[in-house]
């Protein structure tokens, strides 16, 4: 699962980042609001929004973003407590109001009930040739048989099986596996298809050459 959280407090933003970097989440961080306008929705499965943020506003970030993805699982995070002021969070199209100061554990439960929601909401099963890909379990299965695989294997799949007739380019598939600023080996991504290739076999995954990848009709 790959999180983008938008922080401006230097602070919070490192540890919160720290802390779901532990639980096993990919994060990004920006501290800017006005960074948001270059991100790119559709590489991310949860935003942590702060509303007080330098550039753009919190609220005008929620509404941009909800445009563009509306199915995006969104929790604001903030030091605006009022009853007045959760009510206009919810209603901007949050799903979720976090006031600070709060427990990480409490931000890592909530993004855990927000993952559940929004998988029981997208729980339809993938099915491509004679492979299954449950996104609410995570299993992968080949002919009735369970596929093991790593988690950033499954993720190259689950990108794939979703848009099955679309080439995703190595930098698309890159930026849904790994975080910014994280060192990234040049053939990582070549390394999981060749490993999705030897599971699931050479006839399923198509490499377009100059293009990307795609699943084989």
Same mark, same amino acid.
């Given at each position: 699962?790959? &999180?983008?959280?938008?922080?401006?407090?230097?602070?919070?933003?490192? *540890?919160?980042?720290? +802390?779901?970097?532990?639980? /096993?989440?990919?994060?990004? +961080?920006?501290?800017?609001? %006005?960074?948001?306008? @270059?991100?790119?929705?559709?590489?991310?499965?949860?935003?942590?929004?702060? #509303?007080?943020?330098?550039?753009?506003? /919190?609220?005008?970030?929620?509404?941009?973003? #909800?445009?563009?993805?509306?199915?995006?699982?969104?929790?604001?995070?903030?030091?605006?407590?009022? &009853?007045?002021? #959760?009510?206009?969070?919810?209603?901007?199209?949050?799903?979720?109001?976090?006031?600070?100061?709060?427990?990480? !554990?409490?931000?890592?439960?909530?993004?855990?009930? &927000?993952?559940?929601?929004?998988?029981?909401?997208?729980?339809?099963?993938?099915?491509?040739?004679?492979?299954?890909?449950?996104?609410?379990?995570?299993?992968?299965?080949?002919? !009735? !048989?369970?596929?093991?695989?790593?988690?950033?294997?499954? %993720?190259?799949?689950? *990108?794939?099986?979703?848009?099955?007739?679309?080439?995703?380019?190595?930098?698309?598939?890159?930026?849904?596996?790994?975080? +910014?600023?994280? !060192?990234?080996?040049? @053939?990582?991504?070549?390394?999981?298809?060749?490993?999705?290739?030897?599971?699931?076999?050479?006839?399923?995954?198509? *490499?377009?050459?100059?293009? /990307?990848?795609?699943?084989?009709?």
């Amino acid at each position: 699962m790959k &999180i983008l959280l938008i922080e401006d407090d230097l602070s919070l933003g490192e *540890t919160i980042q720290k +802390w779901l970097e532990l639980d /096993g989440y990919i994060v990004d +961080w920006l501290s800017n609001g %006005a960074d948001a306008k @270059n991100v790119t929705v559709d590489t991310y499965d949860c935003l942590l929004l702060d #509303r007080g943020l330098p550039g753009l506003s /919190g609220d005008m970030i929620l509404k941009l973003f #909800r445009g563009q993805k509306k199915s995006l699982p969104i929790i604001m995070i903030t030091a605006r407590d009022s &009853i007045a002021d #959760r009510i206009e969070g919810l209603d901007l199209g949050a799903d979720d109001y976090l006031v600070k100061p709060f427990d990480l !554990e409490e931000l890592s439960a909530r993004i855990r009930a &927000i993952s559940r929601r929004t998988s029981q909401q997208t729980s339809a099963i993938f099915t491509h040739a004679d492979v299954t890909l449950d996104p609410a379990t995570k299993i992968v299965q080949k002919s !009735e !048989e369970s596929v093991s695989l790593t988690a950033k294997e499954y %993720a190259v799949l689950h *990108t794939l099986m979703q848009h099955p007739t679309r080439t995703f380019t190595r930098e698309e598939l890159e930026d849904k596996l790994y975080a +910014w600023g994280n !060192e990234v080996e040049s @053939n990582a991504v070549e390394v999981h298809i060749h490993h999705l290739r030897k599971k699931l076999g050479n006839t399923f995954i198509r *490499t377009r050459r100059g293009l /990307g990848y795609t699943l084989i009709q």
